[in-house]
Nanobody, 124 residues
Framework: QVQLVESGGGLVQAGGSLRLSCAAS????????MGWFRQAPGKEREFVAA????????DYVDSVKGRFTISRDNAKNTVTLQMNSLKVGDTAVYYC?????????????????WGQGTQVTVSS
């Protein structure tokens, strides 16, 4: 069956770094755009980053541009989110997602698969 399994979350001080990974199985990974979303307590889930099926294009929410980098390895069926210069406001549960297009990831509609989420906590 389809699985998206996130890892790499944890507690870090502001200014620090974390690297999230998402291992995919059960579908043709290289045919899907991949992305990351996050949801903070009491807030709606928001788009964070997306990457095209072949890795040739990426997209980010403005608040993380220059700090976060999304990448993928189609040979290993993994997508990663490198998060640098973390801020307290980045605290959230981070979810991996797969969709047919970057647009679907960007606008959060027609997302085919979701991971279970991994907690990222940034302390001041």
């Amino acid at each position: 069956q389809v699985q998206l399994v996130e890892s790499g979350g944890g507690l870090v001080q502001a200014g620090g770094s974390l690297r999230l990974s998402c291992a995919a199985s059960g579908f043709i990974f290289s045919s899907y755009a991949m992305g990351w979303f996050r949801q903070a307590p009491g807030k709606e889930r928001e788009f964070v980053a997306a990457i095209r099926y072949n890795g040739a294009m990426t997209d980010y929410v403005d608040s993380v541009k220059g700090r976060f980098t999304i990448s993928r390895d189609n040979a290993k069926n993994t997508v990663t989110l490198q998060m640098n210069s973390l801020k307290v406001g980045d605290t959230a549960v981070y979810y991996c997602a797969a969709a047919g297009s970057m647009r679907s990831i960007r606008y959060g509609n027609n997302v085919n698969y979701w991971g279970q989420g991994t907690q990222v906590t940034v302390s001041s």
